[in-house]
């Protein structure tokens, strides 16, 4: 009897790197991941590293095509999925010349005032469907180009991270794919090319950024140094895959009007489809190039969720961390946290607000207040942006009717209560909790020509 053929797929995460290999009906036969810890400096830097990242994906490649006897015979083809906007300065040859700049980091915002200077907050949004703000990659782009003139000089190309680890797996180039594309700021929305104002007005070069390409397109095969490393036999296709939002979108079956996701990892994304361009007059969601072909899509971005989380449990549980215990205790915590407020702008407010210079903090304090009240506050804190960034969609005729929860932090009960007492619409969890790689692997089956493409229906 034959076997069905297999998609690898790769998500790398802003803290975690997983791989996977799923079945044509979108199941997770196997899956691994490794820790990619993000360095943060007191100047404000946010890095990680590139080549420890590569490492992590091909060793959780390797794994989770160990899981099976016949796993790696099985691939149709492997594809990629990464956080979005972070840049890697790639030398001639292809390799990292300094750690990869986090979509975090927020240093660039003083660079961006030449292109406001030229282009008014308006027209830039319009043009690219962003607002003018350093968590996109220009910012990071033009702050190496100021503060480390030499590695500007030296740097062969700026690249995102779906594009270096196409290009480790075995491409012959540095692709990008549009849903990526347009989160660096310098790509028309309408076009889905790179835009020669932008490019002349901000002074970076074409030949210094990624090719882009279609999601779902093939655009190379696996090395022979590849397969060694990564265990997917040499000549495997590779194909485009998406950014993590739009990957997510898709496998958690965001595909009709009235329905959203709302991903709770390091950040938290409010994402739901267009069949076409939507621009807030107000500029407070973003509207970006989706993975699906044909599709666009309304974000609200919050810069910090689940890491507002991690950060609160450092600082209230210490070694504990995020026990059951503590969680019960949380839960027992009524709405409102007996009157604690936090806003989690832990690194700059991105949707509805876009002010990179807001800070977070805890409001409303009394010696009363127990840990429990205090992480209470910061999941409402939260919440409360994503039911602001709802409320912004119904007013662009986008109105959500029920929510698909995805990410990391979707296994708590006690966040999505309260997400559902507080947004007031249908709250649904998937059985298939992985659905940023489920996305991605649609993408690499359609690119295979494998029988399990685009299997729009197999959501849980």
Known sequence: MRSTPLIAAVDCGTSVVKAAVLDGRGRVLAVCSRAVPCRHFPDGRVEQDARQIKAAAFVSLRHALAAGPDYARRVAAVAVTNQRATVVCTGADGEPLAPALSWQDMRGAPELARVRRELDDRAYFNLTGLPNHPVFSLAK???????????????????????????????????????????????????????QPLLELSGVPEGKLPIIVAPGRPIG?????????????????????????????????????????????????????TSRPVLDPR???????????????????????G????????????????????????????????????????????APHWRAEATGMWLGLRRSHEPACLM??????VAMDNRRILDVLAGLRSPVREIRLTGGFAQYPVWNQLQADLYGRKILTLKNAQATLLGVAMLGAWGAGSTAALCFHCWP
């Open 221 to 273: 095969r696996v090395s022979r140094t590849a397969a060694r490393r990564c265990g997917l036999p040499e000549g495997t296709p590779i194909i485009a895959g998406g950014g993590d939002q739009q990957c997510a979108g898709l496998g958690a079956g965001v595909t009709e009007p009235g329905v959203c996701s709302i991903t709770l990892g390091t950040a938290s994304v409010v994402f739901c489809q």
């Open 307 to 350: 890491d507002a989380v991690h950060w609160a449990a450092r600082q209230l549980a210490g070694a504990r961390g995020l026990t059951p215990s503590f969680w019960r205790k949380v839960a027992a915590v009524p709405p409102g946290a007996r009157g604690v407020s936090f806003l989690p702008y832990l690194a700059g407010a991105a």
């Open 376 to 381: 209470r506050a910061v999941l409402e804190g």
């Open 141 to 195: 782009i033009l702050c190496v180009r100021r503060r480390q003139p030499e590695l500007y000089r030296k740097t062969a190309r700026f690249v995102l991270l779906h594009d270096f680890l196409a290009r480790a797996l075995g491409c012959d180039d540095f692709y990008t794919d549009v849903s990526n594309a347009s989160l660096t700021g310098l790509m028309d929305l309408r076009t889905q090319r790179w835009s």
């Open 283 to 305: 500029r407070r969601v973003t509207c970006c190039a989706h993975a699906q072909p044909g599709r666009w899509c309304l974000e609200g971005l919050q810069n910090t969720a």
